[in-house]
C-alpha cells in the first residue's frame, strides 16, 4: 500500500500536481514512512512551493544520510540554481560546488557559484564598533564588483511619491550640479586608489542625470578611464536623447511605473507617459543609429494601480529590445522607512502606503523574523555614495544632511570614509529595525 502510494505521488509530481503530491508525502511521512524518495521527493515540492526552510531541512537530511547516492546527483545543480533564484547565495555555494563536482561542464551552475563567491577586494569580515560584534561579508547582489555612485544632478524634475525628492521635503539638502571638473577629479582619485581594477560608476542616486548639462562630457571622462558607467533616468527630458545615445554608456536604466497616462501620473508625478514612450523610440533609433552596445533595462515599478498593465509594457519593451525587469515599488528614503518600521506613519504618506503591493510594515516583520543578524550590511561595504557637492553619503538610502559622512570624497582616503561609515549612529538604527540591506538566512532567526 505505501509503495502504491509512493507511487502515485510520484507520478503526480512529475505531472506538475505539486501539491496533491505533497499531500500524499506528508501523508507517508505521518504514519512513519521515513523513505528518503518521500523526503527528498517532499523537499524538492517544498523548494519549488518557495517553502524553503521545510525543503532544505528534507533535502539536507537525505544528503547527510546517503551523501553519495548516484540517484541524487541532479539534485545539488536544482538546490542550488533554488536558492540562488532567491538571494540565498551564502547556502547556494556549497551545492553549486557539488552540482561542479558532479558535472564539471554545468555552464549555470558555474555561472551562479562564481557570482556567490568570495570577493578578493572585500575582508570576509568586519568588526562592527556600534554592535559591538564582528559581521559576516558575504558576495555583492548589487554588482559584481564595487561600485561608485555619484549623484551628478542633485536635483529631479519629477516628484515621485515613493522617492524623497517628492515625499521628503522637510529634508535639510543642497541642490545643484557637479562641475566636470571635480568630477574628473573624483574619477582620478578612484582610479589612483584602485579598491578594484573595474568599478562600476553609477551617475545618480536621487538626482536625474539627463538634467546635466555636461552629462555627455562627464560620460566621456568615465569611458576615458576604462570604466563602466551607469545611468537610471525617468526619460522625461525634452533634449539630449540622441547625444546619450552617441555617448554610449553601458548601461541605462529606464524608470517606468503606470502604462496609462493616469496611473502614471500617480506614480511618476510632474512626468509625461507622452513624452517618455517617445524618448524610448528615439533612444532606440539613435542607438541603432550609432550602433551602440548599451544595455538598457526598464525597471517597472509595480503599484496596486498599475499592476494590471504588466503584459502591456512588457510588450512595449521587447518592440523595442530593452529588458524588462518589473518590481515591486518600494518606500524611501531610509530615513522615514525606518520611522515606519517603528510604527511612525505621517499623514501625508498613507496615500503611498495603500498603493503599495505590500506594507513596508509587513514586509520588514518579515525580513526580521528571517535574518540571523550575523551579516554585514552591503551598502556600506560595497558602494561609495558621493553627492553633487562631493561630499560623501552614508549609503545611497539616506537623504538628509544629519546623514552624510562630513567629509567630501578627495579629502578622505577610502580607509578613513570606511570608518566613518561604521561610526555613524544611524546604522545602529537602521540595522534595529531590520532595514539594511543583507542577506535573509534560509534557516536561521535573530
Avoid at 546619450?244 to 501620473?265: M, R, V
Avoid at 550590511?377 to 559622512?405: K, P
Avoid at 570614509?417 to 535573530?446: G, L, W
Wanted: proline fraction near 4%; charged fraction near 25%.
Amino acid at each position: 500500500m505505501t509503495q502504491e502510494k509512493l507511487k502515485r505521488a510520484i507520478s503526480l509530481q512529475q505531472s506538475g500536481d505539486l501539491t496533491a503530491a505533497a499531500d500524499i508525502y506528508v501523508e507517508l511521512i505521518s504514519v512513519g514512512d521515513t523513505q528518503a524518495a518521500v523526503r527528498h521527493n517532499l523537499g524538492i515540492i517544498r523548494l519549488e512551493q518557495g517553502q524553503l526552510a521545510d525543503a532544505m531541512a528534507l533535502i539536507q537530511g537525505v544528503f547527510d544520510e546517503q551523501p553519495d547516492n548516484p540517484e541524487l546527483n541532479g539534485t545539488p545543480s536544482v538546490v542550488g540554481r533554488a536558492l540562488y533564484e532567491n538571494q540565498h547565495g551564502e547556502a547556494a555555494r556549497p551545492w553549486l560546488e557539488k552540482a561542479l563536482t558532479i558535472n564539471p561542464a554545468d555552464a549555470a551552475s558555474q555561472f551562479m557559484l562564481e557570482r556567490v563567491s568570495p570577493r578578493d577586494y572585500l575582508a570576509t569580515e568586519v568588526y562592527d564598533p556600534l554592535a559591538s560584534e564582528t559581521l559576516l561579508r558575504y558576495s555583492p547582489r548589487e554588482a559584481e564588483t564595487y561600485i561608485y555612485t555619484i549623484d551628478i544632478s542633485g536635483t529631479c524634475n519629477l516628484r515621485c511619491p515613493s522617492c524623497p525628492v517628492g515625499n521628503f521635503s522637510s529634508a535639510d539638502r543642497t541642490l545643484g550640479f557637479m562641475p566636470v571638473d571635480l568630477f574628473a577629479k573624483i574619477i582620478a582619485k578612484i582610479k589612483r586608489e584602485a579598491i578594484v581594477a573595474r568599478p562600476q560608476i553609477w551617475l545618480y542616486n536621487w538626482g536625474e542625470p539627463l538634467l546635466h548639462p555636461q552629462l555627455t562630457e562627464i560620460i566621456k571622462e568615465v569611458k576615458k578611464n576604462d570604466l563602466t558607467v551607469h545611468l537610471s533616468t525617468n526619460l522625461n527630458s525634452e533634449h539630449g536623447i540622441a547625444e546619450l545615445a552617441k555617448a554610449a554608456p553601458t548601461e541605462i536604466k529606464i524608470s517606468l511605473s503606470g502604462f496609462t497616462e493616469e496611473t502614471y501620473s500617480l506614480t511618476h508625478k510632474r512626468g509625461d507617459l507622452s513624452l517618455l514612450k517617445a524618448n524610448m523610440y528615439l533612444l532606440r533609433h539613435y542607438l541603432n543609429k550609432y550602433q551602440s552596445a548599451t544595455r538598457v533595462w526598464v525597471g517597472h515599478h509595480l503599484y496596486r494601480t498599475n499592476s494590471d498593465q504588466l503584459e502591456s509594457v512588457r510588450a512595449f519593451c521587447t518592440e523595442l529590445n530593452f529588458e524588462h525587469q518589473p518590481t515591486q515599488a518600494f518606500f524611501q528614503p531610509l530615513e522615514k522607512l525606518v520611522k515606519l518600521a517603528n510604527n511612525e506613519v505621517l499623514p501625508e504618506d498613507e496615500d503611498l502606503l495603500a498603493k503599495l503591493l505590500v506594507d513596508p510594515r509587513d514586509y520588514l516583520k518579515n525580513i526580521k523574523n528571517h535574518r540571523s543578524g550575523n551579516y554585514d550590511c552591503e551598502l556600506r561595504f560595497n558602494q561609495t555614495v558621493i553627492n553633487h557637492d562631493g561630499s560623501v553619503a552614508l549609503c545611497c538610502s539616506v537623504y538628509d544632511r544629519s546623514n552624510m559622512l562630513d567629509v567630501k570624497f578627495l579629502d578622505a582616503d577610502h580607509q578613513t570614509i570606511e570608518k566613518k561609515k561604521y561610526q555613524h549612529p544611524f546604522c545602529k538604527t537602521c540595522r534595529a529595525a531590520s532595514c539594511d540591506y543583507t542577506v535573509t538566512d534560509v534557516m536561521n532567526r535573530r
